[in-house]
């Protein structure tokens, strides 16, 4: 998975506990992003970031706060889950922006589950 | 409103036949449109990406098709093989930075 992995892959945690989730990355790619992926719903953005310390939100960013202090690293944080929050995680990069003809590599995705 | 629709929802071929996924959009303005595979419990492989100048590319048996007129894509499997089972999703750029996901074809490919 092109040097990506997030961790931990699999979660389960109560409403209203605080839950991270971390993206590291050996591509030394500018851009990092995390998106949920629920049935029926094709990926969602929900943060991204644009260099170390540059962040941003997505379409579906209430709820969830991110972090970029190195390069490598972009930490997603769920404040107080909720079962809303329960979903497939996929943290991706790209060496330029998303838009241009810039191809995503995603990590192996994390399954969160808030009870 | 941007959108990315994709059919049929879920298919099922016997290994070694052609299949056919289509994509339909009406996303503006358009800056580029790609497949991708995902396999079960993974994320995401790009397949191909088209811009708005290029109507169709190939990457091995998958081969892509663009009509920017009728805001339309296709991707087309040949000689399908057990390993091709999984979801294909058709993703749209706009705007120059934002992406826009179909929710996906599930292909599954039996022997």
């Known amino acids: 998975d092109a040097g990506i992995t997030q961790s931990p892959r699999h979660k389960v945690t109560e409403t209203g506990t605080p839950v991270t989730l971390r993206c590291h990355q050996t591509?030394?790619?500018?851009?990092m992003y995390w998106y949920r992926q629920d049935p029926g719903h094709g990926l969602r953005l929900i943060h991204y970031?644009?260099?170390?310390?540059?962040?941003d939100k997505g379409e579906v960013s209430d709820g969830y706060s991110v972090s970029r202090s190195k390069t490598e690293d972009f930490l997603l944080t769920l404040e107080s889950a909720t079962s809303s929050q329960t979903s497939v995680y996929f943290c991706?990069?790209?060496?330029?922006?998303?838009?241009?003809?810039?191809?995503?590599?995603f990590g192996s995705g994390t399954q969160l589950s808030v009870l | 409103k941007n959108q990315v629709e994709q059919s049929p929802q879920s298919l099922i071929i016997l290994e070694g036949k052609n299949c056919t996924l289509q994509?339909?959009?009406?996303?503006?303005?358009?800056?580029?449109l790609r497949w991708y595979k995902q396999d079960t419990g993974r994320g995401p492989v790009s397949l191909t990406i088209?811009?708005?100048?290029?109507n169709t590319k190939s990457n091995g048996r998958y081969t892509a098709t663009l009509d920017a007129d009728t805001k339309q894509s296709s991707l087309h499997i040949t000689a399908s093989q057990l390993s091709d089972s999984a979801s294909y999703i058709c993703?749209?750029?706009?705007?120059?930075?934002?992406?826009?996901f179909g929710t996906g074809t599930r292909l599954q490919v039996f022997p």
């Open positions: 088209m811009t708005f100048s290029e």
């Open positions: 994509c339909n959009y009406t996303v503006s303005p358009f800056s580029n």
């Open positions: 991706a990069i790209s060496e330029f922006a998303s838009g241009d003809n810039e191809k995503l590599f």
């Open positions: 993703v749209v750029s706009y705007n120059t930075d934002k992406l826009i």
């Open positions: 970031s644009y260099g170390v310390k540059d962040t």
């Open positions: 591509e030394n790619h500018r851009y």
